[in-house]
């Protein structure tokens, strides 16, 4: 008979390397889109445009592939880690899959009520934008109910990584929520520019996940002391904190 302590940890390891290699095809798919980019022109930048499919592939895979990794310090139980895993995983899929289909029909992917199946697809993006706020919120909540394990600094990083990146949760939903208004008020192309000034707070905040983690990883590869490898990941948790700081005058200052 097989030990179910066993069998969890097989199931785990499974979904993790799932989950590195969905992460690994989505910034393919960002990358050949790129190509597609320099063989096809058109505008990088507006609500069409091959940047989205890039950006958000990149993103989505490079976000994806450093969650599995950083909740790996996360004190969590091991069954409820793989599903949220699994959820996230899934709704990276259909985030990048929708807004890529959308690029193809040359039609704006978020906020766009044009006709109903881009408004179909409008909304399973959105909803698809608050399965991820739930899922990253119940691992940065995990974080901070116990300290995570890991090297000199990691507790620091994995916390103040997730914490920043609910800043750029919350900066994506005020973008949708903000279109959304625009939208069913009759002002379409108000909605699609209406983003710009959240986009570098968004940008900016999402990658902390992984760039403080992997600095205090790094770190740990070094002779120097845990106090100096802490003493270090607090000034660049401090620095991370006035460029989103920066970034969030930014916003007000361009609304």
């Given at each position: 008979?097989?030990?179910?302590?066993?069998?969890?940890?097989?199931?785990?390891?499974?979904?993790?390397?799932?989950?590195?290699?969905?992460?690994?095809?989505?910034?393919?798919?960002?990358?050949?889109?790129?190509?597609?980019?320099?063989?096809d022109g058109g505008?990088?930048?507006?609500?069409?445009?091959?940047?989205?499919?890039?950006?958000?592939?990149?993103?989505?895979?490079?976000?994806?592939?450093?969650?599995?990794?950083?909740?790996?310090y996360v004190r969590?139980?091991?069954?409820?880690?793989?599903?949220?895993?699994?959820?996230?995983?899934?709704?990276?899929?259909?985030?990048?899959?929708?807004?890529?289909?959308?690029?193809?029909?040359?039609?704006?992917?978020?906020?766009?009520?044009?006709?109903?199946?881009?408004?179909?697809?409008?909304?399973?993006?959105?909803?698809?934008?608050?399965?991820?706020?739930?899922?990253?919120?119940?691992?940065?909540?995990?974080?901070?109910?116990?300290?995570?394990?890991?090297?000199?600094?990691?507790?620091?990083?994995?916390?103040?990584?997730?914490?920043?990146?609910?800043?750029?949760?919350?900066?994506?939903?005020?973008?949708?929520?903000?279109?959304?208004?625009?939208?069913?008020?009759?002002?379409?192309?108000?909605?699609?520019?209406?983003?710009?000034?959240?986009?570098?707070?968004?940008?900016?905040?999402?990658?902390?996940?992984?760039?403080?983690?992997?600095?205090?990883?790094?770190?740990?590869?070094?002779?120097?002391?845990?106090?100096?490898?802490?003493?270090?990941?607090?000034?660049?948790?401090?620095?991370?904190?006035?460029?989103?700081?920066?970034?969030?005058?930014?916003?007000?200052?361009?609304?």
């Open positions: 008979m097989k030990n179910p302590r066993a069998v969890r940890r097989a199931v785990g390891r499974a979904v993790e390397r799932l989950c590195h290699a969905t992460g690994l095809l989505l910034m393919l798919s960002g990358l050949a889109h790129l190509v597609v980019f320099a063989v505008p990088w930048d507006g609500p069409v445009s091959w940047r989205k499919p890039v950006t958000f592939g990149l993103s989505f895979g490079v976000t994806l592939m450093a969650v599995v990794w950083v909740t790996s969590l139980g091991a069954r409820t880690r793989v599903v949220l895993l699994a959820v996230f995983a899934a709704d990276c899929v259909v985030e990048v899959g929708g807004i890529t289909l959308q690029a193809w029909r040359r039609v704006p992917s978020h906020l766009n009520m044009e006709t109903p199946f881009d408004t179909g697809v409008s909304m399973m993006l959105a909803v698809g934008g608050g399965v991820l706020v739930v899922v990253l919120t119940v691992f940065a909540v995990a974080s901070f109910r116990h300290r995570p394990d890991g090297p000199a600094g990691m507790a620091l990083a994995v916390r103040s990584g997730f914490a920043i990146l609910l800043v750029a949760l919350a900066s994506g939903a005020a973008m949708i929520a903000r279109g959304v208004v625009l939208t069913r008020t009759g002002h379409q192309e108000g909605a699609y520019h209406s983003t710009a000034p959240l986009k570098p707070l968004h940008g900016v905040s999402l990658h902390a996940v992984l760039v403080l983690p992997l600095l205090a990883w790094l770190l740990s590869r070094t002779s120097a002391s845990a106090r100096t490898r802490w003493r270090t990941v607090a000034a660049a948790t401090g620095c991370y904190a006035v460029a989103v700081a920066g970034a969030v005058v930014w916003a007000v200052l361009a609304y």
